[in-house]
């Protein structure tokens, strides 16, 4: 197929996901293949996944693997009903799953997406509190600045005020920790950033103001990414782990960028060594090639619910496509094609690399910090005075003409290319870096 006749010709009935959707369809950037490390432009140019995709295609595109398990599958079995029926692939990912997550993390419900994960995790953790006889622990905890997808459970533990602000009222009970981002202390840090370890201390004064027996579940992600890559100081995490195991309180890590692999390491929680309640993951589960999230939780926490009579439902709650037979092979073959290649640690043998070529950015026009870790890098500029997300944006427009995808959030440049990137792929990416933010107004 010319890649030059799949353009549609008309834009204007799909109203896109967070996408200025006037700007694009005035001058529309679509892509129409994607190979291991790049993607094909509509116009037959070749451009860079300094993203992966959006944080989700962690093994590069078009894996063997992958593409034959879809096929296969859809011929094989195509869909079985999720509720009170089973298929041998979901079963198997589910032990796949327990094999790679930390220890102490044994049952997995499955989801489509990162948000439908998220809410997963709160009404488990509420539900938890109840059959437990604590039903008072109604309140949940997240954090300024957080990203937990767009359902209004998500956007209420969120912290995001652009994905907030327009949707009322929100879930009632939620407060937020601060988040850690301190520009006037940390720029500039390699790693984890040395100030801001007491900021965990927030969440004891939250505990004291609302009394813990109030509480539910405290959900941060490691790394927090969306909002623009905020690197927790060191400790802080334990220290979270610290004050809600003091308090009864659920730990709920969300993983769905940290996950497989993104650190350097399988999970967030195994690079910070601190194992959360629960695990909130998605995105790369699957590569990024079929929707699918998957929520691992403790022993404890699904014990808890197996009691009354066998034949009553447990939990009331999940999806049409929980666990659905095309999603769990490309899981399956994700997860096979990870362990061949070492990618779930292959970006800790990069990280050094990764550290040193973005640092190398650092003196440049607009510059004010660089931040990294695992194969995860942030550069943030400073804004245009009274045009907020001006400048970052224009980054981002002359990088796709120059052949490389990034992402920005804010006047944020986030980075995350796919775990099969090579050095002078790195290079490539902050080379073009470099000589746009020569340019940029
Ligand atoms: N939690 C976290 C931590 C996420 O990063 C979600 C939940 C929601 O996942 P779904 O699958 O419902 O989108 C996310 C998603 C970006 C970007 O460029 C980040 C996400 C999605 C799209 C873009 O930072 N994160």
Request: proline share 5%; glycine share 10%.
């Amino acid at each position: 197929m010319s890649t030059t006749t799949v353009v549609p010709n008309d834009l204007n009935a799909f109203w896109m996901p967070f996408t200025a959707n006037r700007q694009f369809k005035k001058s529309p950037r679509m892509f129409v293949a994607a190979k291991d490390m790049h993607y094909t432009t509509s116009d037959g140019r070749q451009v860079l996944d300094g993203t992966a995709g959006l944080w989700c295609c962690n093994a590069g595109h078009a894996r063997p693997k992958i593409v034959e398990a879809i096929a296969k599958q859809a011929a094989e079995l195509d869909y079985a009903p999720a509720f009170q029926m089973g298929h041998p692939k979901a079963f198997e990912l589910a032990n796949r799953l327990i094999d790679i997550a930390p220890k102490g993390l044994d049952h997995v419900l499955f989801t489509n997406s990162g948000s439908e994960s998220v809410e997963t995790a709160l009404k488990v953790a509420l539900a938890y509190h109840r059959v437990k006889g604590e039903g008072s622990r109604t309140r949940l905890i997240g954090r300024e600045r957080a990203y937990h997808g767009v359902n209004f459970g998500g956007i209420s533990v969120g912290g995001i005020v652009t994905n907030r602000k327009m949707f009322g009222t929100l879930l009632a009970g939620v407060d937020h920790m601060p988040h850690t981002h301190n520009l006037a202390k940390n720029a500039f840090s390699k790693g984890l950033p040395e100030y801001g370890t007491e900021l965990a201390d927030e969440l004891e004064r939250i505990v004291t103001l609302h009394d813990a027996s109030t509480i539910a579940a405290v959900i941060v992600e490691p790394v927090a990414g969306s909002t623009g890559v905020l690197i927790p100081p060191p400790g802080y995490l334990k220290r979270l782990r610290e004050i809600t195991k003091k308090h009864g309180i659920l730990l709920i890590f969300d993983e769905v960028i940290t996950g497989y692999g993104r650190l350097g390491t399988p999970f967030g929680a195994d690079y910070f060594d601190v194992v959360p309640d629960i695990m909130v993951t998605a995105k790369g589960l699957t590569n990024g090639v079929i929707p699918m999230g998957a929520v691992m939780v403790s022993a404890e926490i699904h014990d808890a619910f197996m009691n009354g009579p066998e034949h009553v439902i447990e939990f009331f709650h999940g999806y049409t496509y929980s666990g659905n037979p095309i999603a769990s092979a490309a899981g399956l073959a994700t997860l096979e094609t990870y362990k061949d290649e070492g990618l779930l640690t292959r970006g800790a043998e990069l990280a050094p690399k990764w550290e040193s070529a973005l640092h190398s950015l650092k003196g440049l026009p607009h510059v004010i910090d660089i931040r990294n870790i695992g194969l995860v890098g942030a550069i943030e500029l400073e804004p245009i005075a009274g045009q907020p997300t001006k400048r970052a944006f224009s980054a981002f427009l002359k990088a796709f003409e120059q052949g490389v995808l990034i992402r920005t959030t804010g006047d944020i440049i986030a980075l995350s290319p796919p775990l099969i990137v090579s050095e002078s792929q790195i290079d490539q990416i902050v080379t073009t870096l470099a000589g746009i933010l020569k340019t940029l107004e």
